[in-house]
């Protein structure tokens, strides 16, 4: 109980953890010092700072495969998860999603700047393990600013620990923090070591964590440092595609992979459970799937042809043809990260028009949308709890990155070409008609480049929990979400006829989050954002 005390008043703007977190051998610890020893101590505090927010294994509201269903691509069905309300529209300041998130981001800035600030308290001789720490949890605590500024815009921003009413702060511009961000970023990823960890692989080495501020470089529109940086991952060889797209989201290849550049942390808590059959899986006969997250016809319809061509302009096969069978001359990634109706799994045949079957859409454990992620979805977890490795930044984000970021400054110089090329040659498409250094796409317009990018994005991370901020950073969010959610498409009375499970609607200032009532109470500085 006196631990508990002392974390309380030396991380004056609170916390939350795990409790093996706090399992010391000193159970009569009552000062900092006493608490924050060793190496170990260190090894505790960097795996719960990760842990907590970034890499769960069951906590949906936070869990990456879970946030597409903020987004076009999917539909979330419990409320609790946060997800729900974000996507259809009926948020605000009193919505409990924006206390939650920005609660928990406060409480572990707070937290990690007092580790900072204390980094050399405990009696670890060798300088080179302190300084890595210290740059882990430095890097964290970038992360979570980037994440507050991608939410809230201006937010208080403080580096040193404080008391409560220290951090009752005036926001700080978003670009000033970003701005701050970055350059400490550098500063950070070049006290890193270059290699990854042969344990705690989920712990940040300098090319990990380059990757992560490379994807926040491309959100805010750094399109040179993103393109840099990209480079520099490219350049470091230590990651390439894995053969198999389907594999790296199953057992077959998760943890043999050389393309996850960030993972899941999974050894923090013994490999023990993963959830990602329940949360995304189907119910089937007594098995665990409670379809928490499942894809939308938007997603569905997405997917381009094999030839690498939207499927409204392919000369092979009308829309409504493929939208009636979504394998038809599809790009592989269809197959490898989705299912639905007359699909097999484990053996048997999905019927969701059958009212006697567990996978019937109206049953509340069944996917209102008629389709399941196959990502993440492995048949050996269907009657248990798995251990399934997550990578939660790919090496294929580091490539269309690059290529992104060069489209965006409209020079698709040949590396970029080549990175688009890589995704899609292993991904399974034609390569004679869908590689982009043919001739037909010498005459392309930057328009129709951004095009082929935001969609090789989409399909290629589906069910991976980027669709929402690239809708967000892209400007258009107030298309894709003021339609409704739809699902299967089948032909009923020779009329087409897609499910519907909702209405959505998104207004021009939701691009921002807003500040929970709470929020602006307890610290009357913050200024609440436009519309709410």
Not at 10 to 31: H, N, R, W, Y
Not at 164 to 192: H, Y
Request: proline share 4%; charged share 25%.
């Amino acid at each position: 109980m006196k631990k508990l005390l002392i974390i309380s008043v030396f991380i004056t703007v609170g916390m939350t953890g795990c409790e093996s977190f706090l399992d010391k051998t000193d159970p009569t610890a009552t000062t900092f010092q006493e608490f924050f020893v060793d190496e170990d101590d260190l090894r505790r505090v960097t795996y719960s700072s990760f842990y907590d927010v970034f890499t769960h294994h069951s906590n949906r509201r936070t869990l990456l495969y879970m946030k597409d269903g903020r987004s076009d691509n999917a539909y979330a069905r419990s409320e609790g998860d946060h997800h729900l309300r974000i996507a259809n529209g009926t948020i605000n300041s009193n919505t409990r999603a924006f206390e939650y998130y920005y609660t928990l981001r406060l409480k572990h800035v707070g937290r990690l700047n007092t580790y900072i600030a204390n980094i050399d308290v405990p009696y670890v001789e060798d300088e080179a393990i302190r300084a890595r720490y210290k740059s882990i949890l430095e890097g964290l605590r970038v992360w979570h600013y980037f994440e507050m500024t991608a939410r809230w815009g201006d937010v208080p921003f403080l580096l040193e620990p404080t008391t409560v009413e220290g951090a009752k702060l005036e926001p700080t511009p978003r670009e000033e923090i970003l701005d701050r961000l970055f350059q400490m970023s550098e500063e950070i990823a070049d006290r890193l070591p270059s290699e990854e960890y042969t344990t705690n692989k989920y712990m940040f080495n300098k090319y990990s964590f380059k990757a992560l501020v490379m994807r926040y470089a491309l959100y805010n529109e750094r399109y040179e440092l993103a393109a840099r940086l990209a480079r520099e991952i490219m350049d470091s060889g230590n990651y390439s595609l894995h053969p198999d797209y389907r594999d790296l989201f199953q057992y077959e290849g998760a943890t043999t992979n050389n393309e996850f550049i960030q993972h899941q942390d999974i050894e923090s808590f013994s490999g023990s459970t993963t959830y990602s059959f329940r949360d995304l899986g189907p119910h089937f006969r007594t098995g665990n799937g409670e379809s928490y997250c499942v894809p939308l016809k938007s997603l569905v319809d997405s997917y381009w042809t094999l030839q690498g061509r939207p499927i409204d302009e392919c000369p092979l096969h009308t829309k409504e043809e493929y939208e009636l069978d979504p394998k038809l001359n599809r790009d592989p990634r269809y197959e490898a990260s989705i299912m639905g109706h007359g699909d097999e799994f484990y053996g048997e045949t999905i019927d969701i028009y059958n009212s006697n079957n567990p996978m019937f859409h109206e049953n509340q454990r069944a996917s209102r949308s008629g389709y399941w992620f196959r990502k993440f979805v492995s048949e050996a977890d269907a009657f248990r709890n798995g251990n399934l490795t997550y990578g939660l930044l790919r090496y294929a984000e580091v490539l269309l990155t690059y290529a992104e970021a060069k489209i965006m400054m409209n020079d698709v110089d040949n590396l970029a070409r080549n990175c688009i090329n890589r995704v899609r040659e292993r991904a399974g498409l034609d390569m004679t008609v869908a590689d982009v250094t043919l001739p037909h796409y010498s005459a392309y317009t930057q328009q129709q480049w951004i095009d082929l990018i935001r969609n090789e994005r989409r399909i290629e991370f589906a069910g991976e929990g980027l669709r929402y901020d690239d809708i967000i950073r892209w400007g258009i969010a107030e298309d894709v979400l003021n339609k409704p959610a739809l699902g299967h498409t089948r032909m009923v009375n020779g009329e087409k006829m897609s499910l519907k499970i909702e209405d959505r609607s998104f207004a021009p200032y939701n691009y921002l989050w807003p500040f929970h009532e709470s929020s602006l109470k307890v610290n009357p500085n913050l200024k609440q954002n436009p519309g709410y």
